[in-house]
């Protein structure tokens, strides 16, 4: 059963870093692609950043936002350094187990997602 474990979020002023951890079980990441998507009230989801673990690919378009993985822990994390109040929303990790040639950037090609963990950054 695969799961996915999000983790290291909490508040925070403007101008700092948090760093995102996402735990998975139950499959390894080396053939997988894992995303980093965000919802805060009111809004749609949105998109933050996404890698391909079996080359390393990644969608990244805000330079703040760092994706990496460890294959040997499991884990994919998201660095966001500069952080702005507009950040604060609930990030959510996920996984895609069969990504095609890009790097999936599209919300609903994911097969499973995290429970979420909390940003808040204060001004």
């Known amino acids: 059963d695969v799961q996915l474990q999000a983790s290291g979020g909490g508040l925070v002023q403007a101008g700092e870093s948090v760093k995102l951890s996402c735990v998975v079980s139950g499959s390894p990441l080396a053939d997988l692609a894992i995303g980093w998507f965000r919802q805060a009230p009111g809004k749609d989801r949105e998109r933050v950043s996404c890698i391909k673990n079996n080359d390393g690919d990644s969608h990244q378009p805000d330079s703040r936002f760092t994706i990496s993985s460890d294959n040997a822990k499991n884990t994919v994390y998201l660095q966001m350094n500069s952080l702005k109040p507009e950040d604060t929303a609930v990030y959510y990790c996920?996984?895609?187990?069969?990504?095609?040639?890009?790097?999936?950037?599209?919300?609903?090609?994911?097969?499973?997602w995290g429970q979420g963990t909390q940003v808040t950054v204060s001004s």
């Open positions: 996920a996984l895609d187990r069969h990504p095609l040639e890009d790097v999936p950037t599209d919300a609903a090609v994911y097969d499973y």
